[in-house]
C-alpha cells in the first residue's frame, strides 16, 4: 500500500495592496489542494520590500482570507521577521564562493548594450562578475552601494548539469536557472531577494507543494538551483493560470474594481466569485 502523505501548500502575498480577483484564485487553489488531501496550508507574508509593504495591507488580506473563507493552518510567517534565516543561507553561499557583489545602477543596466534578453526584459550582463578582485576591494572599501548577485555559471559548476524539478500540468523539468540570468539575492535596503527568501521559507515551512502563478513559471528554475546549492528538500510545482481582466492583461492592483473589498462592498459572495473564478463550490 502506498504510505498516505499529507501535502502542505501555502499562499504568499506582498502586502503592497488588498487582495485582487487573481489573489483570490491563488489563494483557494492552494487552500483547496490542501483541505481535499487532508494536509496542510499556510499563508506567508511576503514583506521582505519594507518600501512597499504597509501593515494596514496585511491587516486587510487577513480580513480578505477570512471572508473567503481561508484561514492559515499555522501562525503566518512573516518575512521582516526573519531577515536572520537568509542571512544565513547568503552566508552559506558566500562560502560556496557563488556570490558576488554588482555596483550597478538601475539606469546603467537598462541602458546597457548588447544585453541578452530574459523572459521579462533584458538580463544583467554580468559587469560587475568580470571586476578584478582589486576594483572590487576598492569600492567595497569605498563604501559603495551594492547589491548581491548569484553568479550562475559558478553556481552551475558546483551542483553539475542534472538538476530537474517537476510540475504537476508541464511534467519533468530540466532547471535552467540561466533564463533570469544572475538574480539579486540581496540589496541594501532589501536584505533577501524574493528568489532567496521565498526558497528558504518554502523549506522552513515544510511545503510540499508549491502552487503559484505561472508567470513564476522561469523563477522556479533559479528556485531549483538555490535548494540544491543551500541543501534543500524539492517540492513538487503546480503553477496555475493567471486571472485576466476586461482588457485582457492580468489583474493587478490598478484594477480596483476587482479587488476583493470592492467586490465585498458590492454585495458578492464568495460562492460568486468561485463560480466566476470556474471553481466547484467550495
Ligand atoms: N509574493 C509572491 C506574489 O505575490 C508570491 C510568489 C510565490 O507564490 O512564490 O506574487
Redesign the pocket.
Same mark, same amino acid.
Given at each position: 500500500m502506498v504510505p498516505f502523505a499529507p501535502i502542505s501548500t /501555502?499562499?504568499?502575498?506582498?502586502p503592497t495592496g488588498g487582495l485582487h480577483l487573481g489573489?483570490a484564485y491563488?489563494a483557494w487553489i492552494a487552500h483547496d489542494r490542501a483541505r481535499a488531501a487532508g494536509g496542510r496550508f499556510l499563508v /506567508?507574508m511576503?514583506d521582505i520590500d519594507q518600501t512597499r509593504c504597509r501593515p494596514a495591507f496585511d491587516a486587510a488580506i487577513i480580513e480578505d482570507l477570512a471572508w473567503l473563507g481561508i484561514m492559515s493552518d499555522g501562525p503566518v510567517r512573516r518575512q521582516s521577521a526573519h531577515f536572520d534565516d537568509y542571512r544565513a543561507a547568503l552566508a552559506r553561499l558566500e562560502a560556496l564562493g557563488v556570490l558576488y557583489p554588482c555596483f550597478c545602477t538601475r539606469s546603467e543596466i537598462a541602458q546597457a548594450v548588447g544585453a541578452p534578453q530574459g523572459p521579462a526584459g533584458p538580463l544583467y550582463p554580468g559587469t560587475c562578475r568580470h571586476l578584478t578582485a582589486a576594483a572590487r576591494g576598492r569600492r567595497l572599501a569605498g563604501g559603495q552601494d551594492h547589491a548581491l548577485r548569484l553568479d550562475i555559471a559558478g553556481a552551475r559548476r558546483i551542483v553539475g548539469p542534472a538538476l530537474c524539478w517537476h510540475d504537476e500540468k508541464a511534467g519533468r523539468q530540466e532547471a535552467r536557472p540561466e533564463e533570469l540570468g544572475d538574480v539579486v539575492l540581496a540589496r541594501k535596503e532589501t536584505p533577501a531577494s524574493?528568489h532567496l527568501a521565498?526558497t528558504v521559507d #518554502?523549506a522552513l515551512q515544510g511545503i510540499t507543494l508549491?502552487? /503559484?502563478?505561472v #508567470?513564476?513559471f522561469p523563477?522556479t528554475h533559479v528556485?531549483r538551483l538555490l535548494q540544491a546549492l543551500l541543501d534543500l528538500p524539492v517540492p513538487d510545482y503546480a503553477h496555475h493560470g493567471l486571472v485576466m481582466g476586461e482588457d485582457g492583461i492580468r489583474l493587478a492592483k490598478r484594477d480596483r474594481a476587482l479587488t476583493l473589498a470592492a467586490m465585498r462592498a458590492a454585495g458578492e459572495s464568495p460562492a460568486d466569485l468561485r463560480r466566476r473564478l470556474g471553481l466547484a463550490p467550495g
Open positions: /501555502r499562499f504568499a502575498p506582498s489573489h491563488a /506567508r511576503e524574493y521565498v #518554502d508549491v502552487t /503559484r502563478g #508567470d513564476l523563477a528556485h
